[in-house]
Antibody, heavy 119, light 107 residues
Framework: QVQLQESGPGLVKPSQTLSLTCTVS??????????WHWIRQPAGKGLEWIGR???????DYNPSLKSRVTISADTPKNQFSLKLSSVTAADTAVYYC???????????WGQGTLVTVSS | DIQMTQSPSTLSASVGDRVTITCRAS??????LAWYQQKPGKAPKLLIY???NLESGVPSRFSGSGSGTEFTLTISSLQPDDFATYYC?????????FGQGTKLETK
């Protein structure tokens, strides 16, 4: 059974960089035809796709966030990470990591982690 | 971007009811559509993928249909555990987009 777990600071100051890590167990992030994604959800609102990294290391980002986002992978640790720079209060949200296949979309999700941007 | 529009935004129903949620895409996405159920404080859960395929372990009272730009999620006989928010999501474009959600509440 694949499991994903987000970790990182729950509070980030404005203008700083938000950094989160997703640890994957029960499967390797470097094998299979999987995309590893970050998605966020502000309180009481809908879901916003942030970006993804493929098993090959190729990345895609939401154009609305592209200038501030970096997604990378640490295959020995079986983790992938999100960095979002120059954060503002608008970046306050629950951040999810998830696995997707070409066929099934998001079949496994982390439980989510709340990140608050505040001084 | 491909825009996804769900209707209704809120749906009031009772246990045993048959309910349908609609999702429309701003351009054709073939069958690259998924449906998720989300409960408060929890991650979304995949129900349906590729428009009409039931994810393993999901009760058969859930079904999906449609292709192109119009899709539906149907719950044939609503159960107490089904009151939640439902999202559609397209994955034809690499820029995955979600509908705004439909909150299914008790009448």
């Amino acid at each position: 059974q694949v499991q994903l777990q987000e970790s990182g600071p729950g509070l980030v100051k404005p203008s700083q960089t938000l950094s989160l890590t997703c640890t994957v167990s029960g499967g390797s992030i470097s094998s299979g035809s999987y995309y590893w994604h970050w998605i966020r959800q502000p309180a009481g609102k809908g879901l916003e796709w942030i970006g993804r990294i493929y098993t090959s290391g190729t990345t895609d980002y939401n154009p609305s966030l592209k200038s501030r986002v970096t997604i990378s992978a640490d295959t020995p640790k079986n983790q992938f990470s999100l960095k979002l720079s120059s954060v503002t209060a608008a970046d306050t949200a629950v951040y999810y990591c998830a696995r997707a296949t070409v066929t099934t979309a998001y079949d496994y999700w982390g439980q989510g982690t709340l990140v608050t941007v505040s001084s | 971007d491909i825009q996804m529009t769900q209707s209704p935004s809120t749906l009031s129903a009772s246990v045993g009811d048959r309910v349908t949620i609609t999702c429309r895409a701003s351009q054709s996405i073939s069958s690259w559509l998924a449906w998720y159920q989300q409960k408060p404080g929890k991650a979304p859960k995949l129900l349906i993928y590729k428009a009409s395929n039931l994810e393993s372990g999901v009760p058969s009272r859930f079904s999906g249909s449609g292709s192109g730009t119009e899709f539906t999620l149907t719950i044939s006989s609503l159960q107490p555990d089904d009151f939640a928010t439902y999202y559609c999501q397209q994955y034809k474009s690499y820029l995955y987009t979600f509908g705004q959600g439909t909150k299914l509440e008790t009448k």
